[in-house]
């Protein structure tokens, strides 16, 4: 039962546009949701986090979406660039608390086309 | 220091071997993390401590060992392992009041 989805199992976009990830839950209690890229032969790497409290989180060149009612996060990146290819996976917690567990969706593998 | 280092990188070991993966962090971290990735899969929860103490096992058969000697550290004993073991597994830290995980490079395990 996966409880953290992500669709797209690979994305492939132009170098200076915008790339849109995305992450569906169906656990309504999942209260905070993390982006995270990971390179091979690496650790996943946080990107970015919102709370359930709050609808956009903005980083720079990176943004998180959250539609609580459909269960729907995103993940913008804008401008693209190639150092963006990587694998991205988002998570889900069920509190801020960090010794509770970190659900991750099954990645997407984000390739940018120079 | 924001690093969490992971020995060793790569380990290759019988299924009667004993062997040991460690994880350090300096962060003044106090929850710590194993978690286990297959390829093509998202990681998987094994084990945290918080505060030292084992909070969440989550039924990890027990040819796996956790150990927290203090709060930098962190061991993952191996022992009579078998091949579908065979996998990166990766060690977080975190502030145990919350926010996100570090993770360590991994550490990849072949079981033969």
């Known amino acids: 039962d996966q409880q953290v989805k992500q669709n797209s199992p690979s994305l492939s976009v132009q170098e200076g546009r915008i790339s849109i990830l995305n992450c569906d839950y169906t656990?309504?209690?999942?209260?905070?949701f993390l982006w995270y890229k990971k390179y091979p032969a690496e650790g996943p790497t946080f990107l970015i986090s919102?709370?359930?409290?709050?609808d956009k989180n903005e980083d720079g060149r990176f943004t998180v979406f959250l539609n609580k009612s459909a269960k729907h996060l995103s993940l913008h990146i804008v401008p693209s660039q190639p150092g963006d290819s990587a694998v991205y996976f988002c998570?889900?917690?069920?509190?801020?608390?960090?010794?509770?567990?970190?659900?991750f969706g099954t990645g997407t593998r984000l390739t940018i086309i120079p | 220091d924001t690093e969490v280092t992971q020995t060793p990188k790569h380990l290759v070991m019988g299924m009667t071997n004993k062997k040991s993966l460690k994880c350090e962090q300096h962060?003044?971290?106090?929850?710590m993390y194993w978690y286990k990735q297959k390829a093509k899969k998202p990681p998987e929860l094994m084990f945290v401590?918080?505060?030292?103490?084992?909070?969440i096992n989550e039924s990890v058969p027990s040819r796996f060992s956790p150990e927290c000697p203090n709060s930098s550290l962190l061991n993952l004993h191996l022992h009579a392992l078998q091949p579908e073991d065979s996998a990166l597994y990766l060690c977080?830290?975190?502030?145990?009041?919350?926010?996100?995980?570090?993770f360590g490079e991994g550490s990849r395990l072949t079981v033969l």
């Open positions: 919102i709370s359930s409290i709050k």
């Open positions: 401590y918080s505060y030292e103490k084992l909070s």
């Open positions: 962060m003044g971290h106090r929850a």
């Open positions: 977080a830290s975190s502030h145990p009041w919350g926010g996100e995980l570090f």
């Open positions: 656990n309504s209690m999942f209260d905070y």
């Open positions: 998570a889900a917690s069920l509190n801020n608390f960090g010794n509770e567990k970190l659900t």
